[in-house]
């Protein structure tokens, strides 16, 4: 079974420029969550889908920061102008089971620096 | 604020002995309990989940869940160098929503 695929897996680009990430969860995964890590933290949720229905997004940053899952598979997080404290490894993860006892999985990461 | 506490350590241990990993959390409504993996530079990796009180054990590792002390635990028999690494506990509330420690980092010294 294939894992989470995220692209790219490294991106520099300059302060103000907009950045995109893609993600492609595990088949048949239906919730997908979005995170960010910053070096020596564990990830903290940025937004969660349930199918195409975004039902957590109370941490992402709405100023800045927007993120879509047409047709309920793959998504994209974006960020539109980028600033030097948004150079972090952004997380896809993905589970199976709606409810507190499922398992995540996470993709391989997109490592951001801003200059 | 939902909190889960880990020390960062650096945790040293030497080869085949046992490495001891333990997490705290604030709510006590959480419903499930899970450790990650995490390589330098790689992405967290599951290893363990819990659900309720007691040990459950996979291979070398026992985790160990006491939600009245709200104290979760990861064991690592044998540790290998290739355990070293730093751990992510995460806990799961009823709202689905997954917290992470800080982590703690391992160091297993051949």
């Known amino acids: 079974e294939a894992g989470v695929v995220q692209s790219p897996r490294y991106k520099i680009i300059e302060k103000k420029q907009p950045v995109a990430f893609w993600c492609n969860p595990i088949?048949?995964?239906?919730?997908l969550y979005w995170y960010l890590q910053n070096l020596g933290q564990g990830p903290e949720l940025l937004i969660r889908?349930?199918?195409?229905?975004?039902?957590?997004d109370s941490q992402l940053p709405k100023d800045r920061f927007s993120a879509e899952r047409l047709k309920g598979v793959d998504s994209t997080l974006k960020i539109q102008p980028a600033e030097l404290g948004d150079s972090a490894v952004y997380l896809c993860?993905?589970?199976?089971?709606?409810?507190?006892?499922?398992?995540?999985?996470f993709g391989p990461g997109t490592r951001l620096t801003v200059l | 604020q939902k909190e889960v506490e880990q020390n960062s350590g650096p945790l040293s241990v030497p080869e085949g002995a046992i490495a001891s990993l333990n997490c705290t959390y604030s709510?006590?409504?959480?419903?499930?309990f899970f450790w990650y993996r995490q390589y330098s530079g790689k992405s967290p990796e599951l290893i363990m989940s819990?659900?309720?009180?007691g040990d459950k054990e996979d291979g070398r590792f026992t985790a160990q869940l006491n939600k009245a002390s709200q104290y979760v635990s990861l064991l690592i028999r044998d540790s290998q160098p290739s355990d070293s690494a730093t751990y992510l506990c995460?806990?799961?509330?009823?709202?689905?929503?997954?917290?992470f420690g800080g982590g703690t980092r391992l160091m297993v010294k051949p």
């Open positions: 993860a993905s589970s199976s089971v709606a409810g507190s006892y499922n398992e995540q999985f």
């Open positions: 088949s048949g995964h239906n919730t």
């Open positions: 889908y349930e199918n195409e229905e975004a039902v957590d």
């Open positions: 709510d006590r409504g959480s419903q499930s």
């Open positions: 819990i659900y309720s009180n």
């Open positions: 995460a806990v799961n509330d009823a709202g689905n929503m997954l917290t």
